[in-house]
């Protein structure tokens, strides 16, 4: 069997009112991580059957790419405060067949709806297959995915200033709005999810740990993306 490809699949959440973002000097000021609720989100997921085992909180930065198929059934959770960052292996897709991130962006629109909502799938195969979802109350969702192209719906400036974000203000500088294909994406989820879209450098975030079971559906949903020959 090949390697499991690298991965981000990750659902970030910001209810209402939004923290100022976060950067490597503000974030030892975040909320500390409330495991309790984490165990309540977990069990609203609907990719999540039931939850088999939770293990001791880990350091956000240790969360990484599945390693093996053994991984794909683990899920973390990190609830600071009114952000909320969930990390699923079935979040992931495929490119072709399979809109896994699709169905957990919409459960979670329709529990959330005054909540900002930033889906991020990125899959490393042989090539790499990117889609990213972004609903901001008060502007039109934003979808891209694709390749090497990418192909966008939605008005990424309009987000933003729903966002109170100046679209060419600190921390755009990467964002060129008329290059979908060379636009770094990652910055700009950044900056919808308040800095919280990657670890930073020095940050002592924590997450909860969960080894969990599927549906029937989407365990064949996962299998399209990760049960390789």
């Not at 990125?122 to 979802?133: I, N, P, R, V």
């Not at 729903?162 to 008329?178: F, H, K, N, Q």
């Not at 450098?201 to 399209?224: H, I, N, P, Y």
Request: with cysteine.
């Amino acid at each position: 069997m090949r390697p499991l490809p690298h991965s981000l699949t990750q659902i970030t959440r910001i209810h209402p009112p939004a923290p100022p973002r976060y950067d490597r000097h503000s974030i030892r000021n975040a909320p500390a991580h409330d495991p309790e609720r984490a165990r309540r989100i977990v069990r609203e997921l609907p990719t999540v059957a039931d939850v088999v085992e939770e293990f001791r909180p880990i350091a956000r930065r240790d969360v990484g790419s599945p390693r093996s198929l053994d991984d794909v059934d683990t899920v973390t959770i990190g609830c600071w405060g009114n952000a909320v960052q969930i990390t699923d292996p079935a979040f992931g897709e495929n490119g072709t067949t399979t809109y896994n991130l699709d169905n957990a962006f919409e459960a979670q629109l329709q529990a959330h709806p005054d909540a900002r909502i930033a889906a991020a799938c990125e899959m490393d195969f042989s090539q790499t297959y990117a889609k990213y979802l972004i609903h901001v109350p008060g502007a039109p969702r934003v979808s891209a995915d694709g390749w090497d192209e990418m192909d966008v719906t939605g008005d990424l400036i309009h987000a933003l200033r729903a966002c109170d974000i100046d679209p060419y203000g600190p921390g755009t500088e990467a964002l060129d709005y008329d290059n979908p294909d060379g636009f770094i994406w990652g910055d700009y989820l950044d900056l919808i999810s308040c800095g919280l879209h990657i670890p930073l450098a020095g940050e002592a975030l924590m997450v909860s740990v969960f080894k969990v079971t599927r549906s029937e559906d989407t365990q064949d949903g996962m299998e399209e993306v990760w049960h390789q020959d």
